[in-house]
């Protein structure tokens, strides 16, 4: 006979956490996804304040803050895709958003003094559509509101009940 795992309130809190932080499946709202993007300010701000600090006093060491950037970056990733979801997109189109930019934008920084006009028009233009594709990056993700009812990735975050945010028996 099996008998069901008793789970604690402590560790089903722990586990929402984890999953708020580092879960990708399922939507999110513009609040929840503001919320989580100044705390992960704050955090990565402090931990290279830190850092800074810390190298200054205690050599390489003070680096050590910054083995917590990686679960930062992580974390922002997931969000971000959680985001998307709640706008009908995938993870592709986080990909696209946050390297993109990055991509339209390396060209400019390879020119050098003495660069001809064209390539410095070329990559000038290229910055310039990299700013925009990053700015309807951020408008679409921050600002656009989710798609109305139930999408591919689940139900709206605003149907959910706080309790179950995050447990399977809500995306049905």
């Known amino acids: 006979m099996d008998h069901p795992k008793v789970v604690s309130s402590a560790e089903e809190t722990i586990l929402d956490y984890a999953k708020l932080l580092f879960g990708f499946e399922g939507r999110a709202t513009r609040l929840t996804y503001w919320r989580i993007q100044v705390m992960l300010t704050a955090v990565g701000a402090t931990l290279f304040i830190l850092a800074a600090f810390g190298t200054i006093v205690g050599g390489w060491l003070g680096a050590v803050p910054l083995a917590f950037i990686p679960p930062l970056l992580l974390t922002g990733f997931s969000i971000t895709v959680r985001r998307l979801h709640d706008r009908g997109k995938g993870v592709l189109w986080a990909l ?18 003495g660069a001809s006009t064209g390539a410095i028009l070329g990559a000038s233009l290229l910055a310039l559509s990299g700013f925009a594709l990053g700015a309807w990056g951020w408008i679409e993700i921050g600002f656009v509101r989710g798609a109305q009812g139930a999408n591919r990735y689940g139900p709206p975050p605003s149907e959910l009940r706080p309790g179950d945010f995050f447990k399977a028996e809500a995306r049905t």
């Not at 958003?97 to 390879?110: E, I, K, S």
């Open 96 to 113: 696209f958003f946050l390297v993109g930019p990055w991509v339209l934008f390396a060209p400019a920084g390879t020119l050098r003094d």
